[in-house]
């Protein structure tokens, strides 16, 4: 069709329907027949057109653009999207809150997904992380648990804030995170106005086979802006979503500027914090900030279910250059981000467009529902591979069949137990200094409001978990924990 001219309204086989506002009937008045498949068709496909909400980051916004590469960082690695200043890669980022559900609010207290695919020439390589540079935990056999008491009340279904601090009394190491999500930082103003981090270590390795680890960085250059919980009262759930949706379609392009930290493996070996902790950062002053690019978002999606909701992100996304790190944390969600993804979207997740990559694809899965949805944007070839061998080894490579590439092997990960397990085993549970020098580069006002933020929510914990979390603040700092006890004191009086 053209011009003016309307497209014929179809059912989904392509057929053209001659009505769509009357089922048919026995008579004007009688009961519906049994061949309405086009009524039957379209409910059948309204009671389908869910799926599952994810567990976490379950609110969400999305948005493309561009990451353009402003330091070559060939020393350090053999990633492609990393070489040559100037290089630019396609992004879509994914933006959300963690704890609440799809009715939650842009403005909860709470923290702040911020994940980035960048489609590489080898690869989708996925930056799986959030806008504060730790967690709560830094054992992943703790993180059911954890979400659990985030979530609401199993009885009540409503938010209950005596487990939030239930768990935390109980978790030391969760006292640096949620310092920073009681404070002012803890509500962002938008997601134009947050930092975003890649939170874990991960690794690069060079084409000598030397590897580094590595923290990403993601400054807002639109400035930091955040919200007191008072000045949230009002604001529609969606806001943030909005404002990111009316910035990009008005032309103005929000970026970040993107940098690494980077320690070598020797560094690692004697360093005072165990670099692979997430509950911990790498101190600025031991290993700077270098900045290596900027990312701007300037394409707004066409459709969210398809885009935003569809797209799957996991740390399990790397491509050659870029690695993991014994950090546990993402060790276990190299296996649990992907099984999500599977389960929330299906085994071809991959294949949607938001998620496949824009290089040529060539493996032996097979398979699985909705295998073949998209054909290969370089070969042309269906996703499902076509008829080529559906096994390896075979002999048919001279056929196109795929082999492996040997010289992206990543070195072997040291199992150094002695530096990395031994060295760091009594510094591990060092729960309170970085919490205390956060607090200690407060301003007054901003060691006020998070005296009284978490006041609210504590209050309302028992006396075991309040006397418990006292303890926690006075051993990050004596005035934190006395700035909380008069803060709960007064919400009492």
């Known amino acids: 069709m053209s011009g003016n001219t309307p497209n014929i309204l179809t059912t989904a086989n392509g057929a053209p329907v001659a009505d769509d506002n009357n089922s048919i009937s026995a008579g004007s008045r009688g009961p519906l027949t049994f061949d309405n498949f086009r009524l039957m068709e379209k409910l059948a496909h309204f009671n389908r057109e869910r799926i ?30 990393l070489q040559g200043e100037g290089k630019e890669t396609e992004v879509f980022v994914r933006f959300s809150t963690v704890g609440g559900g799809q009715d939650s609010s842009d403005y909860a207290r709470d923290p702040r997904g911020f994940a980035v695919k960048f489609y590489t020439e080898e690869g989708n ?7 504060t540079p730790v967690f709560f935990l830094r054992d992943p056999s703790k993180f059911p648990d954890f979400v659990h008491s985030q979530k609401k009340n199993p009885r009540t279904n409503t938010p209950d804030a005596s487990a939030v601090f239930e768990y935390w009394a109980n978790h030391p190491q969760s006292l640096h995170q949620s310092t920073i999500l009681m404070s002012d930082r803890g509500i962002p103003a938008s997601y134009r106005h947050m930092n975003g981090y890649g939170s874990h270590t991960l690794s690069f390795w060079n084409d000598q086979g030397e590897r580094v680890w590595v923290k990403f960085h993601l400054k807002t250059d639109q400035g930091i802006k955040t919200l007191r919980g008072s000045e949230t009262a009002g604001l529609p759930a969606y806001g943030a979503q909005e404002d990111l949706v009316n910035s990009i379609d008005a032309g103005d392009f929000p970026s970040w500027t993107v940098k690494i930290q980077i320690m070598t493996e020797a560094e690692a070996k004697t360093y005072r914090y165990n ?28 459709n969210y279910f398809a885009e935003t909701e569809q797209s799957a992100f996991t740390p399990s996304n790397l491509v050659p250059g870029v690695g993991a790190s014994p950090d546990k944390m993402l060790q276990a969600r190299l296996l649990a981000y992907p099984d999500a993804q599977r389960y929330r979207v299906g085994v071809n997740h991959q294949q949607l467009p938001v998620n496949a990559p824009k290089c040529p694809v060539h493996h032996y899965q097979r398979d699985g529902a909705m295998a073949g949805m998209v054909k290969c944007p370089v070969t042309g070839h269906a996703a499902n591979q076509g008829s080529g061998a559906n096994f390896f080894p075979n002999d048919r490579a001279a056929e196109g069949a795929p ?23 009594s510094r591990d549970e060092d729960n309170f200094t970085q919490a205390g020098e956060l607090f200690r580069i407060m301003t007054e006002d901003q060691k006020n409001q ?22 926690q603040y006075a051993a990050a700092d004596v005035d934190y924990a006395a700035r909380v006890k008069k803060a709960i004191e007064a919400l009492k009086a």
């Open 52 to 81: 599952p909400e994810r567990v976490v980051h379950a609110r969400g916004s999305g948005a493309y653009g561009t990451f353009t590469l402003t330091k070559d960082l060939s020393d350090y690695t053999i990633a492609n999207f």
């Open 125 to 131: 390589f996925d930056l799986v992380g959030n806008n």
């Open 275 to 302: 670099p692979f902790d997430l509950t911990k950062v790498w101190p600025h002053s031991d290993f700077p900030l270098i900045e290596i690019g900027k990312m701007e978002l300037n394409r707004n999606v066409d």
């Open 403 to 425: 082999v492996p590439k040997p010289s992206v092997m990543e070195p072997p990960m040291p199992l150094e137990e002695d530096a990395w397990v031994g060295y760091h085993e």
């Open 450 to 471: 998070l005296a009284e933020n978490i006041a609210g929510g504590l209050s309302q914990a028992s006396e075991s978990a309040q006397v418990r979390m006292l303890e």
